[in-house]
Each structure stands twice: as structure tokens, then as C-alpha cells.
């Protein structure tokens, strides 16, 4: 019921910054986690980061070891839009990311915590 499109992804050279967008539309009736994933070929999908929410309010905001200090996520809840703003890009970040909506609480780590996705977005960073 609910549908989330993901843009912002491009080429970037290591240390540069990049910022991820997910626009969400349809029926979310009781969608209060919103995440990011990414999947690199040949890899399992991983969780990035992931944003919870009361109302208004983010109540908690979830990173992977590997992200954490350079990756942000943050939520505007009216435009029903999710961000990841990510910053000293490393080429290990290379993949391609998706965002995916669901209701907790729940694992936030956890791909089945989520029941909506992207199609996706490609990130590549060059060393």
C-alpha cells in the first residue's frame, strides 16, 4: 500500500557527501520506523540507519558501526520524506541504497521489521 522512491544517488569521490531522499506515498497508517539498507554485488543486503517516531517527534535513531559519525538520517514527517545525509564517503560505502518503512517497535536492524521498500538508488564512490 505504500510506495517509497529513492534519489539522490550519483558518483562521488572518496571524503565527498552525499544526500539520499525517500518520498513515500500511498497508505502508511501506523508507519513509525523508516530506514535505510544498502546491498553491494555479491553481498547481503545491511542495514545502514533507521529513525523512529512519535507524533511529531523522533524518538530514537539507529546507525551501523560502519556509518556511524558520518552517516545522519533525519525524518520530515509532513512531507512524508526520509533523508540520509551521508559524509566522508568512503569507497567501501559503494552500493546500491534502499529505504524501507514499517511499524515498531520492533529490531531496527532487522530487514523484517520493515514492510515496504524502494527500488533503490546506486551509490559509487571512487578511492
Known amino acids: 500500500q505504500v510506495q517509497l522512491v529513492e534519489s539522490g544517488g550519483g558518483l562521488v569521490q572518496a571524503g565527498g557527501s552525499l544526500r539520499l531522499s525517500c518520498v513515500a506515498s500511498?497508505?502508511?497508517?501506523?508507519?513509525?520506523?523508516m530506514a535505510w539498507f544498502r546491498q553491494a554485488p555479491g553481498k547481503e543486503r545491511e542495514f545502514v540507519a533507521a529513525?523512529?517516531?512519535?507524533?511529531?517527534?523522533?524518538?530514537?535513531?539507529k546507525y551501523a558501526d560502519s556509518v556511524k559519525g558520518r552517516f545522519t538520517i533525519f525524518r520530515d514527517n509532513a512531507k512524508r520524506t526520509t533523508y540520509l545525509q551521508m559524509s566522508s564517503l568512503k569507497a567501501e560505502d559503494t552500493a546500491v541504497y534502499y529505504c524501507?518503512?514499517?511499524?515498531?517497535?520492533?529490531?531496527?536492524?532487522?530487514?523484517?521489521?520493515?514492510?515496504?521498500w524502494g527500488q533503490g538508488t546506486q551509490v559509487t564512490v571512487s578511492a
Open positions: 524501507a518503512a514499517g511499524r515498531g517497535p520492533w529490531y531496527l536492524a532487522a530487514s523484517l521489521t520493515y514492510d515496504y
Open positions: 500511498g497508505r502508511s497508517y501506523g508507519v513509525n520506523i
Open positions: 529513525v523512529t517516531w512519535s507524533g511529531g517527534s523522533v524518538n530514537d535513531a
